[in-house]
């Protein structure tokens, strides 16, 4: 498991525009994918379910 962290450009749930989370995700995915960043959101109870919100690989910033 490798982890980045990410940079919200928009409001998703209750995570404001800006919001920096550490998104743990699979080696075999190379970074961050959107579901990665839900569950990430999700389990720091920002959203309250995958199903909640619809994000775009646009909407969020990989920092490193």
């Known amino acids: 498991m490798k982890a980045k962290v990410v940079k919200l ?5 209750n995570a404001p525009a800006g ?4 998104v743990p ?5 190379g970074y ?3 579901d990665d ?6 389990e720091q109870g920002l959203i309250s379910s995958m199903g909640q919100v619809a994000l ?3 909407q969020y910033e990989v920092l490193k």
């Open 9 to 13: 450009k928009i409001k998703v749930g």
């Open 37 to 42: 960043v839900k569950k990430a959101l999700l």
């Open 32 to 34: 961050p994918h959107v």
């Open 56 to 58: 775009s690989t646009s």
């Open 25 to 29: 995700y699979p080696d075999s995915h």
């Open 19 to 22: 919001h920096q989370i550490t």
